[in-house]
């Protein structure tokens, strides 16, 4: 006879769950494309910058693994996201950079909304489940926005563009990441 678990009752809401899970696909969705990315930049010889974005790919795994158990151990159900239809092919290297600023801006926009729908409906323990989430994306932006700087301060003609790909390699020195 199949074994019933009987669901405890839980602080976490219906609404923030789907919150939550709809999180879940923006941070599935970056990891994707920055493999996409990583795979383009790979192809194309700027190594540096495959390897930059290879590591934010798994990065961004991460986050979404840490919003899986987050909503497990508050008695939902963590989705995995539905993801299809990611660009995998670039004009530039400039555009790739321009595309994760855009992307990043979008990110933290939904944690923004994410946190803004705890503080109201007072689930102050979601709400500090995201401060991480918060002061990641200001990292994140700011990395994406160094590397969009680069094209215009080094310019992209002659050994410019293999400069601007060496230079990304550094970027991660100059910003903070969050504590764990
Ligand atoms: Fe998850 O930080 Fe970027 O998207």
Redesign the pocket.
């Known amino acids: 006879m199949e074994k019933q678990i009987i669901t405890p009752k839980r602080s976490l809401t219906e609404e923030t769950e789907q919150l939550l899970n709809k999180q879940i696909g923006m ?1 599935g969705l ?1 990891s994707a494309y920055y493999l996409a990315m990583a795979s383009w930049c790979e192809k194309s010889g700027y190594a540096t910058s495959a390897d930059f974005l290879y590591r934010h790919s798994d990065e ?1 795994r991460q ?1 979404m693994l840490k919003l899986f158990h987050y909503v497990n151990d508050a008695g939902g159900h963590a989705r995995h996201p539905d993801i299809t239809g990611i660009q995998d092919d670039f004009k530039s290297l400039r555009e790739v950079f321009e595309l994760i600023l855009e992307h ?1 801006i979008e ?1 933290t926009k939904s944690i923004n909304d994410l946190v803004d729908h705890c503080f109201k409906i007072k689930d102050f323990t979601t709400f500090q489940f995201l401060q991480w989430f918060v002061i ?2 200001r990292e ?1 932006e700011t990395l994406a926005r160094r590397a969009v700087e680069l094209f215009d301060l080094i310019g992209e003609d002659g050994v410019g563009l293999w400069t601007i790909d060496n230079e990304i390699g550094k970027l991660e020195n100059f910003v903070t990441p969050p504590q764990e």
């Open positions: 941070e970056s961004e986050h990043e990110v990641e994306q994140e």
